[in-house]
């Protein structure tokens, strides 16, 4: 009778490739944690400020600061940096130098480095006119899917004093990220650590981050809800200052009159507000921000103006 049931031998049938699963990302820096939603919250303004940025080629540029306030000193920063030729994203270049130095002779520097592919170096300096009050290094090693650094901060050999930082992070899956930090300081006559737990989760348009330590808890909750809204939230709890602060943020961009306004609203009365506009052709923008504590009846605002 033959095949009657049409049925083809076993190894004839075609089969199925198996499924291939995407590498997970890199988590990249625990700094960065609460990036996304600090980016949302006005920075803090008081006074008039004027700011000259100048490229001087595609590796330098300066530019100069003046600063006056009702509650100190007008003051004069000269802020100078340089970048070097590997771009390995579009904010990370190696490598790169930047100082800062005001009217007094104080000054911040930094410097960072790509000692190889994965393994980043950097190193702060921070002085008080002859005198250096901070010194730091770091080594940061990215892995493909987890982030090490180690930190060293004030190392004092003679007086037996340094500040040792870890930072760990590892990506579980496509959105979430777990790790933690143990902070280690020692000087004469005291010793102790720190350790903090952290994770964060990211979804399509919002991102969710905790952190948790016997020295307090910090929680952020970023949300996007389109191109010209964005809104965070932040929790912040120290237990040695027996202090915890809510904060509320807002940013709107109006890209049609050029236009961005941050604003927060947090739970020790505090409500302020930052309005950038730019003035197209010319290559200025102006911005006027606004504080007002209401429990310490206290107000401040700013105006600054940014060329180039």
Partial sequence: MGNTLGLAPMGTFPRRSPR??????????????????????????????????????????????????????????????????????????????????????????????????????????????????TWQFDGEYRGDDYTATL???????????????????????????????????????????????????SAVHWVATLNVGSGGAHASYYHKANEQVQVGVEFEANTRLQDTTFSFGYHLTLPQANMVFRGLVDSNWCVGAVLEKKMPPLPVTLALGAFLNHWRNRFHCGFSITVG
Avoid at 159 to 177: K, P, Y
Wanted: aromatic share 8%; hydrophobic share 45%.
């Fill in 20 to 133: 291939r699963e995407e590498p997970l990302p890199n988590p990249g820096s625990f700094d960065e944690l609460h990036r996304l939603c600090k980016d949302v919250f006005p920075a803090q303004m008081e006074g008039v400020k004027l700011i000259v940025n100048k490229v001087l080629s595609s590796h330098f540029q300066v530019a100069h600061t003046v600063h006056m306030s009702a509650l100190a000193l007008p003051g004069y920063h000269l802020h100078a940096a340089y970048a070097g030729d590997w771009q390995l994203s579009p904010t990370e270049v190696f490598p790169t130098v930047v100082g800062d130095m005001d009217s007094s002779g104080s000054l911040n520097a930094q410097v960072l480095l790509l000692l190889a592919e994965r393994l980043r170096a950097k190193a702060v300096f921070q002085t008080q006119q002859a005198k250096f009050l």
């Fill in 151 to 201: 930190t060293l901060g004030n190392p004092d050999l003679i007086g037996e004093s340094v500040i040792m930082v870890a930072h760990f992070l590892q990506s579980l899956t496509h959105r979430l990220v777990l790790g933690g930090e143990l902070v280690y300081h020692r000087r004469p006559g005291e010793e102790g650590a720190i350790l903090t737990l952290a994770g964060k989760y």
